[in-house]
């Protein structure tokens, strides 16, 4: 699931895994898996029905949704299936490209995050500048985040690959200089999927508050209209940064413990890497694919209604399709019937 495992080093003892453990990992996958892939995907589907009247942050959410349904499909299920048969079961190729997309769902869904941070940011401290740049149809933010994403996730491309882990047994493991190339690798990896952008975030988030908070004090000394018409703020504008606080509170929730297990486990010898709390810790990450089309329903306005009524209207139609197909049925039995007595 991780870009780094606590035992992708070849270094690691080949040892029997703890299947009680190994049951609690696949639990824990499969419904994570499950809830993700339904949650984004009808989130994605709903905005792919409204692209005409698709709103910047609409944009965002869409893209958003995307990078974690790579992390469902592309990071998750592969560990899933990785869990359940014990070894990864495949080619050299196959392991390198699965590292690859896997450490991509990390990136993606977190430097949209980024980028959706920085664009709410523009949009209340630098308005004329936001709205310079949503006069051109490219995204140039998005495509940032996704470049930054396929170039960030390049080394995984090289450092993992099929190793014998045992006579006769490959696994897909990682290849280090040692003693020092763990460590090098997964604080590299920590500072640029977590500590920057939380860092970006953080100062975005900030500022906006401190904008926020000039605007009332300014409303508060009843200064003069076009002064505080200048200063205030749709509700529109309100739900969106409402919004963009609680993606990023999810996501910091979600992964600043799997960071601080991940820089434990490759800093203490001693850490406590097969225990359940150790392991739940470095699963629960995945969670944060499942918060973010919540959170989006929950300020969504009119989509969760609008969700509903599609899927009413898809079950409407199956619904009808399969009583056709049934009365249907039962006619032609009794005209066989009828026929045959005719006969």
């Keep these: 699931m991780c870009p780094l495992n ?3 080093s070849v270094d690691a003892v080949d040892v029997d895994r703890d299947e009680s453990l190994a049951k609690v990992e696949i639990a824990l996958l499969s419904v994570i898996f499950v809830s993700a892939s339904i949650l984004n995907g009808a989130v994605l589907f709903l905005l792919w029905r409204q692209r005409k009247q698709m709103s910047r942050m609409r944009v965002f959410v869409f893209h958003l949704c995307l990078a974690d349904l790579v992390v469902a499909f592309f990071q998750v299920c592969p560990q899933l299936m990785w869990d359940i048969t014990d070894r990864f079961v495949g080619p050299d190729l196959l392991c390198r490209l699965v590292k690859y997309l896997q450490l991509l769902g990390m990136f993606s869904s977190t430097y949209m995050v980024v980028v959706m941070t920085v664009d709410r940011y523009q949009a209340v401290c630098n308005p004329m500048v936001k709205f310079q740049r949503e006069r051109t149809r490219l995204n140039v933010p998005v495509c940032v985040a996704w470049g930054i994403s396929l170039l960030g996730s390049l080394p995984q491309v090289f450092i993992f690959s099929q190793v014998e882990v045992a006579p006769g047994v490959y696994d897909c493991w990682a290849e280090f200089i040692q003693p020092w190339g763990v460590q090098t690798y997964i604080t590299w990896s920590t500072l640029v999927i977590f ?4 860092i970006v975030i953080v100062v975005c988030q900030v500022r906006i508050c401190r904008a926020i908070q000039i605007n009332l004090y300014r409303k508060a000394r009843h200064l003069s209209s076009r002064a505080s018409s200048v200063g205030s703020m749709s509700r529109a504008r309100v739900k969106t940064l409402k919004m963009t606080v609680f993606i990023v509170v999810a996501y910091i929730v979600c ?3 799997f960071f601080t297990v991940q820089l434990w486990s490759a800093w203490d ?6 225990t359940v709390s150790f392991t739940i810790l470095m699963l629960l990450a995945s969670l944060n694919s499942c918060a973010n089309p ?15 009524s599609m899927l009413c209207q898809l079950w409407s139609k199956e619904s009808m399709h399969d009583d056709t197909t049934l009365v249907s049925t039962v006619y032609m039995s009794f005209k066989n019937v009828s026929d045959s007595k005719a006969g």
């Excluded at 500590?195 to 939380?198: D, G, K, R, T």
């Excluded at 010898?269 to 097969?274: G, L, T």
């Design 294 to 308: 919540c959170i989006y329903l929950l300020f969504g306005g009119h989509l969760p209604k609008k969700l509903v």
């Design 6 to 8: 606590h035992s992708d």
């Design 195 to 198: 500590v920057l952008p939380v």
């Design 255 to 257: 992964w600043a413990p």
């Design 269 to 274: 010898d001693d850490a406590p890497k097969e």
